[in-house]
T-cell receptor
Framework: GQNIDQPTEMTATEGAIVQINCTYQTSGFNGLFWYQQHAGEAPTFLSY????GLEEKGRFSSFLSRSKGYSYLLLKELQMKDSASYLCAVRGGDYKLSFGAGTTVTVRA | IAGITQAPTSQILAAGRRMTLRCTQDMRHNAMYWYRQDLGLGLRLIHYSNTAGTTGKGEVPDGYSVSRANTDDFPLTLASAVPSQTSVYFCASSEDSGQPYNEQFFGPGTRLTVL
């Protein structure tokens, strides 16, 4: 089975940095995805990591350590529109995605 | 149509009734998926289809069935709805199920309440 853990909630101030951690234990590994989901909307793709290291995409960066079963999503220069849930998902050996429960980030002025 | 559409947007259903949730994509993606999203549990895979004509069971398939008669459509049927099937249902698609990098694109969701 798959086990994916991430914090339930985080709060940060506009302009600050927030790091969302994700730890996983899966049967096989074919990459880790981060999705953003605003309330009442569909998840949208943010990033993909399959090799160890940092992937940077504008204000968002994602890091992966396969040996530690660990990833984080870094959100820099937070904006109010970044208030959303962030979903960590692992593609296992069967190529299916398993999702964590999501981390709700609240950005305060 | 651009992307994935789902119908209905929301539905209230009496227990025991049959219900089909519709999903259509216009991206010519081979793979399609159905998930349910419940508070505190995240997205869970119900059924999937790697290509037209094939389907498979996900993590929580009981009480649901799917068909994939063509590339574009992937309906999800609840044969006899029960209150525990109250959830938000998302349809998704990806270009190919067997490639590690293929991101999944999600439809807008159907909010289903079974009373």
């Amino acid at each position: 089975g798959q086990n994916i853990d991430q914090p339930t909630e985080m709060t940060a101030t506009e302009g600050a940095i927030v790091q969302i951690n994700c730890t996983y234990q899966t049967s096989g590994f074919n990459g880790l995805f981060w999705y953003q989901q605003h309330a009442g909307e569909a998840p949208t793709f943010l990033s993909y990591n399959v090799l160890d290291g940092l992937e940077e995409k504008g204000r968002f960066s994602s890091f992966l350590s396969r040996s530690k079963g660990y990833s984080y999503l870094l959100l820099k220069e937070l904006q109010m529109k970044d208030s959303a849930s962030y979903l960590c998902a692992v593609r296992g050996g069967d190529y299916k995605l398993s999702f964590g429960a999501g981390t709700t980030v609240t950005v305060r002025a | 149509i651009a992307g994935i559409t789902q119908a209905p947007t929301s539905q209230i259903l009496a227990a025991g009734r049959r219900m089909t949730l519709r999903c259509t994509q216009d991206m010519r993606h081979n793979a399609m998926y159905w998930y349910r999203q419940d508070l505190g549990l995240g997205l869970r895979l119900i059924h999937y289809s790697n290509t037209a004509g094939t389907t498979g069971k996900g993590e929580v398939p009981d009480g649901y069935s799917v068909s994939r008669a063509n590339t574009d459509d992937f309906p999800l049927t609840l044969a006899s709805a029960v209150p525990s099937q109250t959830s938000v249902y998302f349809c998704a698609s990806s270009e190919d199920s067997g490639q590690p990098y293929n991101e999944q694109f999600f439809g807008p969701g159907t909010r289903l309440t079974v009373l």
